[in-house]
C-alpha cells in the first residue's frame, strides 16, 4: 500500500486547527504541518480553500477538505480505529448538536466576553456560565464527553482552554468557578491530564502573552 500524505494548514494559536491535531493523534495518524501566517496567506492555503480562505485545512493524497468539524468527521471515517464519533446513530447525533452548540453559542460569547468591561462584561460570563451548565447537563459523571476516552464533542470543547487563558491573561473574573461547574471543572482537568491532548495545547507563557497582546489592544481601541 502507498504511503498516504496527509498535510494540515493551521495557526499555532488557532483553536480549530488544534482540533484536528488532536484528531489525528488519537487516530495515529502522521502527518506535516504547516503554519500559516493569517496576515499574509501561503498561495496554497487560497488554493486548497478558495472559499472561505482559512484554516484548518487537511490535504489527504492531494484532496482538500476545509472547517474543523468537516475535517474531523473526515478523518473519523478515513481512519476507523479509535472512533471519536459513537457508531450509534442517536449517540453521534448529539454529539453533532452539542459540538454545533459550542461553536454557535459558546464560542461567540466566548470572543464577546475578552472585549467587554465592566458591567456588560459579567453579564457575558453569566451567559457563559448557564452555557457551561448546560454542558455539565450532558457530562454529568462520565469521564469524557465521549465516556471513559476523548471524543467529538470533548474535542470541540477545546475552545474553554482558550477562554481560561484569556481570562488569565486579561485579569477577568474565574468563568470555569470550580464551585460553580464543579462537573466541567474536573473535565477540563482531566482532559489536560492526556497525554495526547496536551500535545495539542499551546504552551501557557506564549499563549498568554499573545492572548495580552490580541485582546487586551481590542479592549483599549474599544
Request: aromatic share 10%; glycine share 6%.
Amino acid at each position: 500500500m502507498a504511503e498516504e500524505e496527509v498535510k494540515l494548514f493551521g495557526t499555532w494559536a488557532s483553536p480549530f486547527s488544534r482540533r484536528i491535531e488532536v484528531a489525528l493523534k488519537l487516530k495515529g495518524v502522521q502527518y506535516e504541518y504547516i503554519e500559516e501566517n493569517l496576515t499574509n496567506k501561503s498561495p496554497a492555503l487560497l488554493n486548497y480553500n478558495p472559499v472561505h480562505k482559512q484554516i484548518p485545512v487537511l490535504v489527504h493524497n492531494g484532496k482538500p477538505v476545509a472547517e474543523s468539524f468537516v475535517i474531523m468527521e473526515y478523518v473519523d471515517e478515513t481512519w476507523k480505529h479509535n472512533p471519536i464519533l459513537p457508531t450509534d446513530p442517536y449517540e453521534k447525533a448529539m454529539a453533532r448538536f452539542w459540538a454545533k452548540y459550542i461553536d454557535e453559542k459558546l464560542w461567540p460569547a466566548a470572543k464577546k466576553v475578552v472585549v467587554t468591561k465592566g458591567e456588560e462584561q459579567k453579564g457575558v460570563i453569566n451567559e457563559i456560565q448557564q452555557q457551561m451548565k448546560n454542558l455539565e447537563g450532558e457530562l454529568k459523571e462520565k469521564t469524557f464527553f465521549g465516556g471513559e476516552s476523548i471524543g467529538f464533542v470533548d474535542i470541540a470543547a477545546n475552545i474553554i482552554i482558550w477562554l481560561v487563558v484569556a481570562q488569565e491573561a486579561l485579569g477577568m473574573d474565574q468563568i470555569l468557578d470550580e464551585e460553580k461547574l464543579p462537573i466541567l471543572h474536573g473535565w477540563l482537568q482531566r482532559l489536560l491530564d492526556d497525554a495526547v491532548f496536551k500535545e495539542c495545547v499551546p504552551p501557557k507563557e506564549r499563549h498568554l502573552d499573545f492572548s495580552k497582546v490580541k485582546f487586551g489592544s481590542s479592549i483599549a481601541s474599544k
